[in-house]
């Protein structure tokens, strides 16, 4: 079994060296490669099984509880800052009463 699958590593490896033109040096490069490749080709298969995690995606719990994004009102402020331009006197905001 283990040297059929090297002889396939082995295999591919050769045709990826013969691709790229025969080059010098780059052997493990081409097995990584090789190895890698197969192996996705293999498992491809399983990715596209759904994930079984016995447990919904998201508690309703969570969907009901989400309340509203805070803004800057609810922070406090009651517009948006700017920067003053050349000659305008700095705004001071409002008193909150």
Do not use: C
């Not at 002889?7 to 060296?17: F, K």
């Amino acid at each position: 079994m283990e040297a059929d699958r090297e002889d396939e590593i082995r295999a591919r490896a050769y045709q990826l060296w013969e691709e790229e033109g025969r080059p010098e040096g780059r052997a493990e490069q081409h097995w990584f490669t090789a190895k890698e490749s197969l192996a996705i080709e293999e498992n491809q298969e399983s990715t596209y099984l759904p994930i079984d995690t016995g447990t919904d995606p998201e508690p309703i719990e969570a969907v009901e509880n989400t309340g509203e994004f805070p803004t800057l009102t609810d922070q406090g402020e009651l517009q948006t800052p700017h920067r003053a331009e050349r000659g305008e006197p700095p705004s001071t905001p409002p008193a909150n009463n």
